[in-house]
């Protein structure tokens, strides 16, 4: 544990570290609205079931602070999704009567220099109000807009828009993703829209899994025959210091199956018994010592591995134990 369990904790936690939103995203640029882009696009693609979720961008302007119009400016976007409820924002209702309402980042709000997280923003070209009713966190494949305003709606209204940002479930859907949007292209020219995706941080992922994987293996394959090796030595241990004994329940009519299984099931016990105490003391020596450590899943794997492997290796010394002639066990000194 204090080895492979250490190598696999690491492993998850690198993983953890690159297997962001951002590598898990590919995102859809119409030039100059060739393609029609609309918000249904937001819906017809949250469909599958390899898409995690998808964010329309429409509008977007430079905004600045209301009181000061000649202040720094920054960006304001129409976003249209169905995510912000499952992060704890609601959709600022939109209504012709009232000004538009809006959720800014940190970043935007900084720039402003609204430090109540709330005020009035204009848009430099029209002249129209926007309020800022809060901050708010954007998921890391929106990372390019982490110093804007962010105007959403919900993905039901009908509106163009711009660009999609489609986040898949896992990093390496990536590739099946950019072949489910690209047959919606199908009849467009490249000049059109512009495709990105995050493939070769996908490659570059898998290539630092397999390799990590690898080497973790190694420490698994060790630790497991070491464990074997050692409980093999200690059942054919304990069945030279019980010949005499295993002889006498032989000459009461005890059957070889009956001794076979008698030294098997004492080391399951004791297998058993000892990978939980190991895992656990493993567990808490690496968690004290603040370095990685393994999962769950992975420490229940390797307590049935050890416990298997230990009581297959214990089956040699016990077909040795049963299969001894009692009288001359019964003559051991």
């Known amino acids: 544990m204090l080895t492979a369990g250490r190598g696999e ?7 953890a570290q690159i297997d962001s939103a951002e590598i898990r995203s590919v995102t859809l640029h119409d030039n100059a609205g060739a393609l029609g882009l609309d918000t249904s696009w937001v819906s017809e693609l949250e469909r599958y079931s390899v898409v995690e979720a998808v964010t329309g961008i429409g509008r977007t302007v430079d905004v600045t ?5 000649d202040g720094t400016r920054v960006s304001a976007s129409d976003i ?3 995510w912000l409820p499952a992060v704890g924002h609601a959709f600022p209702t939109q209504t012709m009567k009232h000004p538009t309402s809006a959720l800014a980042s940190r ?4 720039t402003l220099g609204f430090e109540h997280d709330t005020g009035v923003v204009r848009v430099v070209s029209g002249g129209e109000d926007i309020v800022i009713r809060g901050p708010i966190e954007l998921p890391d494949s929106l990372s390019f807009l982490a110093n804007s305003v962010i105007i959403p709606h919900n993905a039901d209204e009908s509106a163009p828009i711009s660009s999609l940002v489609i986040t898949t479930a896992h990093a390496e859907d990536v ?3 950019l072949e489910i949007v ?3 292209l199908t009849g467009h020219s490249p000049d059109d829209y512009s495709l990105e995706s995050s493939t070769d941080l996908v490659n570059v992922r898998e290539a630092v899994k397999g390799e990590l994987t690898r080497n973790n293996y190694v420490s698994v394959l060790i630790s497991l025959g070491v464990a074997a090796a050692l409980a093999m030595t200690l059942v054919w241990a304990v069945a030279l210091l019980k010949r005499r004994d295993f002889g006498r329940r032989r000459a009461l009519g005890a059957s070889r199956r009956m ?10 016990l004791l297998a058993t018994v000892a990978s939980i105490n190991g895992t656990v003391i493993g567990v808490l020596v690496l968690a004290f010592a603040k370095v990685p450590y393994p999962t769950i899943r992975f420490s229940l794997a390797l307590i049935i591995a050890m416990t298997v492997l230990s009581t297959l290796a214990s089956i040699v010394p016990a077909l040795w134990a049963g299969n001894r002639d009692p009288l001359t066990e019964l003559r051991v000194p």
């Open 9 to 15: 904790g690491a492993q998850a936690q690198i993983l």
């Open 65 to 69: 602070i209301s009181a000061n119009e």
């Open 80 to 82: 249209y999704t169905t």
């Open 107 to 110: 970043g935007a709000l900084q």
């Open 175 to 177: 590739p099946l993703t």
């Open 182 to 184: 690209s047959s919606y």
């Open 259 to 268: 001794i076979i299984g008698l030294v098997t099931g004492q080391m399951l």
